[in-house]
């Protein structure tokens, strides 16, 4: 993907943006703001997005509303978030997803946005069907090799998240399954749920109550460590698939021109929810670990995020469907 540096093009987009902020960032919020959501509800993202909107809107006294634009891997939503006017109304929040690099999109998160702030991580997690008959992960990786194609996994679309998890899975184990893509997080648990796909890599808070009512199986988790909340729950690397690790990330984004004063705000008031007691606490309920970075940090973190996909993108040759 040829594109220029998160980094490099931050500064740009800030530079351009400081001669019309001052005047408009006073002023601003005089209305409404909304967070556009490129995935459908009930997923991870969409958790996350409605715990900081009812937050956001105590704390700027305006209402901030989550929309959810869902659809071809997060496209829809990143162009419809895009081709918003830059006044500081609407913003984009989303999470580990590269669907515009598989679609060759005209739109993606280099060029299209400018990174505000950074929520947080949190573990992949590795979730069953209660009847499915592989109990960890050798038993899984020996039961895909004998079955080749006939085990489906259920994404939030394609270059989404669970998407990405389970190509990175496949190319480690040299296995092979069938992907079954929906529009989001929650739509794919739901079939995951019903029996229709057996298993899904996807991202610990959209898993979470199904996990805690016996709905799904807990059998593995993608992060670099066993996470606290599950100590006894091995992860992909150590129960089987040595060099698998995978972590969502979820953050806040502006359309590319967005006056720079505007985006600080945005993201002093983001890393001040982040400091409270009570924040944390509701996102570690959730799985989320939060993060505080400066816009540079996260962009820089964005870089090496998307080199890493892209190179899973491409060791797989993963295609559009």
């Not at 505000?116 to 895909?144: Q, R, W, Y």
């Not at 590319?256 to 009570?278: F, K």
């Amino acid at each position: 993907m040829s594109a220029p540096s998160f980094v490099t093009a931050l500064a740009t987009a800030v530079a351009t943006a400081f001669a019309a902020a001052p005047a408009l960032a006073q002023s601003w919020p005089e209305k409404p703001m909304r967070i556009i959501v490129p995935w459908a509800p009930g997923g991870s993202t969409d958790i996350v997005g409605r715990l900081l909107a009812s937050d956001l809107s105590k704390r700027f006294g305006q209402n901030v509303v989550i929309e959810n634009r869902a659809g071809a891997g997060s496209i829809i939503g990143l162009e419809f978030a895009s081709a918003a006017a830059p006044d500081g109304y609407t913003w984009m929040l989303t999470s580990t997803g590269y669907g515009f690099i598989i679609q060759k999109a005209k739109v993606d998160l280099v060029n299209s946005f400018a990174p505000v702030a950074m929520i947080g991580t949190s573990d992949s997690a590795l979730v069953v069907h209660p009847s499915f008959p592989a109990a960890n992960v050798k038993e899984l990786i020996a039961l895909a090799r004998k079955r080749p194609g006939e085990i489906n996994y259920a994404s939030s679309g394609i270059g989404g998240f669970p998407h990405l998890n389970t190509e990175l899975f496949m190319l480690l184990s040299k296995t092979r399954m069938t992907h079954v893509p929906f529009k989001g997080g929650g739509p794919a648990l739901a079939d995951n749920v019903a029996g229709n796909s057996q298993l899904q890599i996807g991202s610990l808070p959209g898993a979470l109550p199904f996990i805690k009512s016996g709905r799904l199986r807990l059998i593995a988790m993608g992060g670099p460590k066993r996470n606290p909340a599950f100590p006894d729950v091995p992860t992909i690397n150590e129960s089987g698939l040595p060099g698998y690790e995978s972590q969502i990330w979820f953050g806040l984004f502006a359309p590319r021109a967005t006056p720079a004063g505007i985006i600080g705000q945005m993201h002093g008031a983001i890393n001040a929810l982040l400091e409270m007691p009570d924040m944390v606490r509701r996102l570690d309920e959730q799985g989320v670990v939060t993060s505080r970075r400066t816009t540079a940090e996260f962009a820089k973190l964005m870089e090496t995020e998307t080199a890493k996909w892209a190179k899973v993108i491409k060791a797989g040759n993963v295609v559009g469907e």
